[in-house]
């Protein structure tokens, strides 16, 4: 695998195919339903598809008489355009053979639990087209939903869906894109080996989530929290490259860029090695807060990558009052050191969440 040349073609087809998702759905001020406690006006049910039905039936009436969609699209394809109320989308236990383009607005996508409730696809033609779950929509909730991209999977026996996988031939193959402003994750999971959660751009709140991956595997220029989320490495499934991975990629491009992933505690552990993180930006920030580490890490924690030869290097880069066997950081390359002060800023909700959106979501 040879991941700084399929990043350089990333980069490239970024510039070149990219515009068309900037066009996101604007939230607009999501209206809460006073008189319900999910706050949401009204709720669409999604089952599992059986397997006698065919593709093309998205939904079937029940002899409740009760409208049960059998695929989360068509769940979201009956929202209208420029919705402005909270809407649920209950996802029940199963798993959903989907790609899925979330582009509407003020969604609460529920499960019931996320080891259970499963969307699952394997697209892996170029990174921008593989995601299995994008959104382009601004103020969107998950809660207890499991997104994954098995494309790379038999690698280390998590499923075995792709008889071809080889690892050799680990590709960037995206679970979840996440493109739209004002978007929150709780308790959800996100399963791929390359490029798993494409944070892309957006202020993003994931609390209690489970990430794993190996390469690259939260990556993008969102301005995001990462609340006691479990991180885990797969370097297993790249151990024919080497094994050693990367956990984020974080894209900030200047001073003024606002965006930076911040873990709050959580933990990263799994197998292999891992940076944690390599500068997909000459600015790239990333800040770990009180992170159990297992002994993964790469003592050296950080690398520069293409921004090597810059001769003044731009990045926050810094894992302060972690705990466990990779807590040393006496040998990182960068090593920015925030007073307590500093610190607050980017592990306080107002980081992303100045004007209380989140406690405006369901
Ligand atoms: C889809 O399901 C409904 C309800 O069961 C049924 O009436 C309809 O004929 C089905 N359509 C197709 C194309 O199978
Ligand atoms: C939303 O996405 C669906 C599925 O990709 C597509 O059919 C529909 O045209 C899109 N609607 C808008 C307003 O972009
Ligand atoms: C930090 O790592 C060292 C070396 O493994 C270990 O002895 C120590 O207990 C760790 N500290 C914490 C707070 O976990
Ligand atoms: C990195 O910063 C921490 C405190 O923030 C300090 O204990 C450690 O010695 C520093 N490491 C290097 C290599 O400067
Ligand atoms: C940083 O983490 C430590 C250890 O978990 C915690 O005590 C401290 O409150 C955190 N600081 C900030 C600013 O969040």
Wanted: glycine content about 8%; proline content about 3%; some cysteine.
């Amino acid at each position: 695998m040879a991941p700084m040349i399929l990043r350089s073609f990333l980069l490239f087809s970024f510039v070149c195919f990219y515009s068309g998702l900037d066009d996101v759905v604007k939230g607009l001020e999501c209206q809460s339903n006073p008189n319900n406690p999910a706050r949401v006006w009204y709720t669409l049910n999604v089952r599992p598809p059986v397997r006698h039905e065919s593709n093309s039936n998205l939904t079937i009436k029940r002899e409740s008489g009760k409208l049960v969609y059998t695929s989360i699209q068509a769940a979201i394809d009956s929202i209208p355009d420029g919705n402005d109320k909270w809407i649920q989308i209950f996802v029940q236990i199963g798993s959903y053979w989907e790609k899925i383009n979330l582009n509407k607005s003020c969604i609460l996508l529920e499960g019931r639990y996320a080891q259970k409730t499963l969307i699952e696809f394997n697209a892996h033609q170029n990174t921008l087209e593989s995601a299995t779950f994008t959104s382009v929509a601004e103020n969107f909730v998950a809660k207890h939903i499991t997104f994954v991209n098995t494309h790379n999977y038999n690698l280390f026996g998590r499923g075995l869906r792709n008889q071809n996988a080889n690892a050799n031939h680990v590709t960037q193959a995206v679970a979840a894109m996440i493109h739209g402003d004002k978007s929150a994750f709780y308790s959800c999971g996100f399963f791929g080996v390359q490029d798993t959660l494409w944070d892309s751009q957006g202020r993003h709140y994931f609390k209690n989530c489970y990430i794993d991956g190996a390469v690259d595997f939260i990556m993008g220029n969102g301005q995001s929290i990462y609340d006691e989320c479990i991180i885990r490495v797969l370097g297993n499934s790249i151990s024919a490259s080497g094994g050693v991975g990367y956990i984020t990629a974080q894209s900030r491009s200047s001073d003024e860029d606002p965006s930076g992933f911040v873990f709050k505690g959580g933990v990263v552990e799994g197998n292999g090695k891992a940076w944690l993180g390599r500068a997909w930006g000459s600015h790239s920030r990333v800040i770990f807060n009180g992170t159990y580490f297992n002994d993964i890490i790469v003592p050296e924690g950080w690398s520069p990558w293409e921004f090597e030869n810059d001769p003044v290097k731009h990045f926050t880069y810094t894992d302060q009052n972690s705990e466990g066997p990779g807590n040393d950081t006496s040998r990182r390359h960068f090593n920015t050191s925030l007073t307590d002060q500093q610190m607050q800023q980017f592990t306080d909700l107002s980081y992303i969440d100045a004007e209380g959106w989140i406690s405006n979501h369901p």
